[in-house]
């Protein structure tokens, strides 16, 4: 409460020119205290005139008052300094060079707080005032500060320019119209400023809606960021899994390899000594016999000699043929061991290699049975014709039932008789044949935008919206406007951000629920990637938009 009190003292003995304590002060007729100097220094100002007035109340003295010095209040001033209250308030700032400063204050200048745009003068808080005590004033246009206040006035006329020119786009005063903006479209300037006002409001709506939009896209790719890393970090998991499991497998080979091995050597090792020990007794027999021959050829007794010979037994036949097979008996199996090793690398070097910098550049989805190249999409290309009993009315087909285009001033419904699979709703058609397994084809479009889609062959073909590609849960589309992709599927749209093309490659895997879209240019690049599960078989969809728009089956082969 003191230092209210303080501060009420203080706007009591300032001077409202110079806003600081009084020096020399003197009193008007009408009750204002200035000091002499600024008040002097003010009706100077105003001798040109001869009219001098109160800054404050704006009375008029006529002729210039004779002021002397307010000895009382000047007593009070001085006992006021002594106190140490002479400094200035701590709310009111003194203008930089960078601020716009009161056109009012003498000597040293306060911030303005305000400027109007009738008197053209910027005020400070205090001098500020009398815009709101005195009526005339009241109603002024008051705005921030601003040191462009002189290019409000007239360089012809000067006259404040209140009023706007819409034929030469600029301000004008109300004198302009009458000689170098006659016959203009004049307006107040109140009225061009609301009507750009409006303009302005609906430009910030869109912008705040675009960036509602931006920030929704944002949420959507750190969601992306988010799906990505967690579809990694899955993949890596589960392929170590995978890959500790084949290699606990192989372990598990390896050791049934080693085992047989084993148990085989063993058996030949068996064989082997049966024989050997074999060999050994005929061996051990063929030398007694031997040892009974030679004993007998040393009998020189002719009669004994015979006599003893008949009683010898006949040499046995040998009963065991020897095969040798020196370091082939196991050959069998390393060449087993070496052809699975072989169709092992074979096929981790086909589905895992990367592409050849001479190959198409394409972007891999998961699935590792999805080709790498345009080569290797190629491979499954098929033939497609478009069924004209689907077509809708204002469609013309041509080139062998594969281009289909919007031609509805050549084409009326006496010449396209009703058939209960005919499209009444939108410019589209499906193809003749069914598409499952893996099926590749290409589609060139132009105009102004195209569907390519796949669907059941039971998709509705009323004339209500849900009959559209991808407005139902029968059909999904990819959607090509104005430069810009997006992947339609049961009414939801999800924005694309891959490269633009009018040649777009569709790779469909009906069995493992994959649907691939690829911009085809130079190079071949992966627009979005679809993973569902496939309930029937699908049939490919084109939907041409208005127009001269046309949309084509690319031969293949």
């Avoid at 010449?415 to 084809?441: I, M």
Wanted: charged share 25%; with cysteine; glycine share 4%.
């Amino acid at each position: 409460m003191a230092q209210k009190g303080v501060q009420l003292d203080r706007e009591t003995f300032s001077c409202s020119i110079c806003l600081d304590l009084l020096k020399d002060p003197v009193a008007t007729s009408c009750g204002h205290s200035y000091c002499m100097k600024c008040i002097k220094t003010h009706w100077d100002e105003e001798d040109r005139k001869g009219i001098y007035s109160c800054p404050q109340c704006t009375q008029t003295f006529t002729p210039r008052p004779v002021l002397l010095k307010n000895t009382m209040l000047a007593v009070l001033v001085d006992e006021m300094k002594k106190t140490g209250l002479q400094a200035a308030p701590a709310d009111l700032c003194y203008a930089g060079a960078e601020d716009v400063a009161c056109d009012v204050c003498i000597g040293r200048k306060l911030k303005a707080f305000k400027s109007c745009l009738n008197c053209l003068v910027s005020y400070c808080e205090q001098h500020l005032q009398h815009h709101y005590d005195a009526a005339p004033l009241s109603k002024h246009k008051l705005v921030e500060p601003s040191k462009k206040l002189q290019e409000n006035v007239c360089s012809q006329h000067d006259e404040v320019m209140k009023m706007f020119c819409r034929t030469d786009r600029k301000s004008i005063c109300y004198l302009c119209p009458v000689d170098e903006h006659k016959g203009h479209d004049t307006v107040s300037a109140a009225a061009e400023w609301m009507e750009k006002q409006k303009e302005l409001e609906v430009s910030r709506q869109n912008i705040q809606q675009r960036i509602q939009d931006r920030e929704e896209d944002v949420k959507l790719l750190q969601q992306e960021v988010q799906n990505i890393n967690r579809s990694a970090d899955k993949t890596v998991e589960d392929s170590e899994k995978i890959f500790t499991e084949l290699i606990r497998l192989m372990q598990k080979r390896s050791s049934k390899v080693k085992r047989q091995v084993r148990s085989q050597q063993k058996t030949e090792m068996s064989r082997v000594k049966e024989l050997q020990e074999k060999l050994q007794q005929e061996i051990r027999e063929l030398k007694r016999e031997d040892a009974e021959l030679k004993n007998l050829s040393h009998i020189e007794d002719h009669n004994q000699f015979l006599h003893s010979y008949p009683s010898l037994s006949a040499l046995s036949e040998s009963t065991s043929s020897i095969q040798i097979r020196p370091l082939r008996y196991f050959e069998d199996v390393t060449a087993a061991v070496s052809e699975v090793r072989d169709k092992l690398q074979d096929f981790l070097g086909e589905e895992w290699t990367k592409p050849s910098l001479t190959e198409v550049d394409v972007l891999l989805s998961d699935s590792q049975s999805e080709p790498r190249t345009r080569a290797g999409f190629l491979k499954y290309s098929c033939e497609i014709t478009l069924d004209p009993n689907t077509a809708c009315k204002d469609l013309v087909l041509s080139e062998g039932n594969r281009k289909a285009t919007y031609m509805s001033n050549q084409q009326s419904k006496s010449k396209c008789p009703s058939h209960p699979d005919r499209f009444n709703a939108f410019l589209q058609v499906l193809s003749r044949e069914s598409l499952t397994g893996r099926c590749y084809w290409e589609v060139e479009w132009s105009g102004l935008s195209a569907y390519i889609a796949v669907s059941y062959k039971n998709i509705s073909r009323g004339v209500l919206d849900d009959s559209g590609f991808g407005y139902n849960d029968k059909s999904w589309a990819l959607t090509c406007f104005n430069n810009s992709h997006s992947f339609l599927h049961n009414n939801v749209h999800t924005r694309i951000s891959g490269p633009w093309s009018s040649r777009v490659g569709v790779y469909l895997d009906h069995r493992a629920g994959i649907l691939s879209f690829f911009s085809i240019s130079e190079t071949m690049t992966l627009i979005h990637r679809f993973q569902t599960t496939f309930t029937q078989p699908l049939y490919a969809g084109l939907l041409v938009g208005y127009g001269d728009g046309t949309s084509e089956f690319c031969k293949l082969k």
